[in-house]
């Protein structure tokens, strides 16, 4: 059993950034495919960063060149760095992590943009 805990959510101002990070626990492998997602009210969940397995790093349009995600190298906490926050970035932030076969979730961790 794999358990995530997220935390560094919390209410900044539009062009600030945050600093999000998900700890795990259990049996993982250091290279476990890891992700961060995100729900706003009324929406779909949806994808802001993932690393692969094998490194490879994606973010959609919407947030690239402002979020940055990486690994621990032992594989134990993934942290995504968010700069320049705009309010469309408001939503409740999930990570994500896929060990041996299953997926995992966090609780996730709430931003707030507000001025």
């Known amino acids: 059993q794999v358990q995530l805990v997220e935390s560094g959510g919390g209410l900044v101002q539009p062009g600030g950034s945050l600093r999000l990070s998900c700890a795990a626990s259990g049996i993982i492998a250091t290279n476990d495919a890891m992700g961060w997602y995100r729900q706003a009210p009324g929406k779909e969940r949806e994808l802001v960063a993932h690393i692969a397995s094998n490194g490879d790093i994606y973010y959609p349009d919407s947030v690239k060149g402002r979020f940055t995600i990486s690994r621990s190298t032992d594989g134990n906490t993934m942290v995504l760095q968010m700069n320049f926050l705009k309010p469309e970035d408001a939503a409740v932030y999930y990570c994500?992590?896929?060990?041996?076969?299953?997926?995992?979730w966090g609780q996730g961790t709430e931003v707030t943009i507000s001025s």
């Open positions: 994500n992590r896929v060990s041996f076969g299953r997926a995992y």
